[in-house]
Each structure stands twice: as structure tokens, then as C-alpha cells.
């Protein structure tokens, strides 16, 4: 069966410092790939998605970043975090097909930054 | 572009009450319309989903009709128990999104009291 990890669960960081999130994927081969940010108050934002290794795209202008060094590895990195990068980060990945695929979360990673 | 607008929470009913979430969506063409559930400590998780006009979705107890001519899939459920406690998020795929990306709405966090 397919899962899909996260880490770190909970993250304090001060403004000004760098930020790195990885994403796993077992069981699966060849996903479509994806980071979303919920900010206090605010949706789910779809922040980067990825159909194959090395291949980002961006939904949103922002102070953040995404690899994809590996098929079923997905990073998201920040080399300052601001204030505003706080927030609830999930990954999630799909079966990589035309048309709509049902999308499978990760726990999240809980952002602070002070 | 899609969007989606749910009701604020947080939402607190007690235990057998009936349950209204009420969801509208803005987007282009007929969109996939869907509910996720994210239980404390855990990621979103699918709860149902509806592909086309008409179309009601249902789990767990709960159900959502997709209906074109309000622009609304609201989620109901005749008798909440305690373990229902969550956060709720209705989200659409459709041909606004990015890729295979979901927009999703604010989500409402209910509580059910014993």
C-alpha cells in the first residue's frame, strides 16, 4: 500500500533562517506531487506541484522554493522565512493521469516562525 | 479564477443533532466537487465526492448533493456523534486549477459535544 511521510511534524524557526520540508512517497511509482500552505484564517493553498523529477511548477509567487530530487521525493525550502511564511504545510500526491486523481495527504508540518 | 467559500466556524452541535456545512463554489466549466476531513493530529483524508450535476456523495454517514443551479454541495449528516469532531473542507477540481491542484475553501472546525 502507498504511503506518504512528512517531517518534521511541529517546526519553530526564526525570521531571517532557512527552512527545509521533505515529503515521501512509498509504494507508488512516478506521482504527481504536491505542497499546500494553509495560513491562519485561510484555505488550502495550492503552493507547488511536480509531474516528474525536477520539474516544478508554482502556483504563487512567494518567498519559497520546491525540488524534486527523486521520482517519490518532494522538498520545500526557504533560504530566509519570513513572518508570513507561518502556517499548516501538507503534501500530497496523485496517480499521475489525465483528469482528476484522488489526492493522498501527509500529516503536516506545523511552521512557527518568530 | 475557482474558488471556494464555506461557513466560519468553529461550529459546535451536540451529540445526535443534525449537521449543516454549507459550501458554494465559483469556477469554470463542471468541476469535481469533493469534502475532505482532517481529524486531530492527522492529514486530510477524502470523505466523499461528487464528479457531475446531481450527483450526491456520501460516507460515514454524511452526504452531499452536488447541485449546478445554486453552485453549492453542502454537507449534511442526520446525527453527529462525538468522533465526527474535525475540520471539514470542501474542495474543487476543475479546468481554473493548476494541473491536477484542489481548490479548497477555509474549512470549518466542528466540535460535538457529548
Known amino acids: 500500500s502507498q504511503t506518504i511521510h512528512q517531517w518534521p511534524a511541529t517546526l519553530v524557526q526564526p525570521v531571517g533562517s532557512p527552512l527545509s520540508l521533505e515529503c515521501t512517497v512509498e509504494g507508488t511509482s512516478n506521482p504527481n506531487l504536491y505542497w499546500y500552505r494553509q495560513a491562519a484564517g485561510r484555505g488550502l493553498q495550492l503552493l507547488f506541484y511536480?509531474?516528474?523529477?525536477?520539474?516544478i511548477s508554482s502556483e504563487v509567487p512567494q518567498n519559497l522554493s520546491a525540488s524534486r530530487p527523486q521520482d517519490r521525493q518532494f522538498i520545500l525550502s526557504s533560504k530566509k522565512l519570513l513572518l508570513s511564511d507561518s502556517g499548516f504545510y501538507l503534501c500530497?500526491?496523485?496517480?499521475?493521469?489525465?483528469?482528476?486523481?484522488?489526492?493522498?495527504f501527509g500529516p503536516g508540518t506545523r511552521l512557527t516562525v518568530l | 479564477g475557482d474558488s471556494v467559500t464555506q461557513m466560519e466556524g468553529p461550529v459546535t452541535l451536540s451529540e445526535e443533532a443534525f449537521l449543516t456545512i454549507n459550501c458554494t463554489y465559483t469556477a469554470t466549466g463542471y468541476p469535481s466537487l469533493f469534502w475532505y476531513v482532517q481529524y486531530p493530529g492527522e492529514g486530510l483524508q477524502l470523505l466523499l465526492k461528487?464528479?457531475?450535476?446531481?450527483d450526491k456523495g456520501s460516507n460515514k454517514g454524511f452526504e452531499a448533493t452536488y447541485r449546478k443551479e445554486t453552485t453549492s454541495f453542502h454537507l449534511e449528516k442526520g446525527s453527529v456523534q462525538v468522533s465526527d469532531s474535525a475540520v471539514y473542507f470542501c474542495?474543487?477540481?476543475?479546468?481554473?486549477?493548476?494541473?491536477?491542484?484542489?481548490?479548497f475553501g477555509k474549512g470549518t472546525h466542528l466540535i460535538i459535544q457529548p
Open positions: 511536480s509531474v516528474g523529477i525536477g520539474q
Open positions: 474542495a474543487l477540481w476543475g479546468l481554473g486549477g493548476g494541473a491536477d491542484g484542489l481548490t
Open positions: 461528487a464528479t457531475k450535476a446531481d
Open positions: 500530497a500526491w496523485s496517480v499521475a493521469s489525465g483528469g482528476y486523481n484522488e489526492q493522498f
